[in-house]
């Protein structure tokens, strides 16, 4: 059995004790097939897991996103209350040997209520996969808290479908042009991405019709995919609805799992 392990360095961690076994006992009941178990924590580094990008087909996207969907799931209807991850990237995505996505590092993980929610922003999550109401937490809504993991899962269905580790370097000058009054070499990471966000940008998807889909398919897919531009298309406009900047427009992960499987069955028929 394979151990990854999540190492606080006690010198600097900004927990109470009490706070902290109550998160020990809130992650030991976690069990699920796309859910990395927590088993318990270390001072010190054990392992690390890690993985190598390599160029999948559009099948294998599909079944790695409907794995993260359905740990996500699982998380988002716990009972007796929900649990969003806050953290989600590839990063904390772990993968099989069989290709299977395991959810992992719940670092940042929350049970929603009422009065947790007001310190959901206390620790951020990697910038790029930040929800934009994450930069202000006066616009998290208890109510749609699950959506700020929704935003961070269209991100990483983009980097997976478009195989693409930066979603913003496709269009940094066309940022750079209208953000340039924000004195962009000045900025941090965190505040560039909150520009982003502010100003509506996303990542780049290279085409806005079933047509043109089809053009781009027909140029960068392998042969024995191109006819399934229209699976695209639809992955593609799925992820669109994830990214929208009102939580409350986002689809819930169980919409985004449904929609995952009729994606897939219809692969299977072609």
Known sequence: MIVAVKV????????SEEDFRNEAILLSRIRHPNIITFYGSLEKFISKLETKLINLSLDQKLKMLLNIANGIEYLHTMQPRKIIHRDLKPQNILLDSNGNCKVCDFGLSKSIS???????TNQLGTFY?????????EAVDPTYATAIDIYSFSIIGWQLLFESKDPYVYNSQEVA???????????????????????????AIPFNSLKSCREWCL??????????YSIVFKLCQLIKQCWQGNPKLRPSIEQ??????????EFNKI
């Open 8 to 15: 606080f360095d006690l010198n600097n961690f900004n927990i």
């Open 114 to 120: 009422q009065g947790t929610i007001s310190t959901i």
């Open 129 to 137: 996969y930040m929800s934009p109401e994450m930069f202000d937490i």
């Open 177 to 203: 042009r209208k953000l340039s009054s924000k004195l962009l070499e000045h900025v941090t990471s965190y505040q560039l991405t909150k520009l982003i966000c502010e100003n509506n940008h996303r990542p």
């Open 219 to 228: 140029e960068f897919l392998p042969t024995t995919e191109q006819e399934n």
């Open 256 to 265: 985004i799992v449904e929609q995952l499987q009729t994606l897939e069955q």
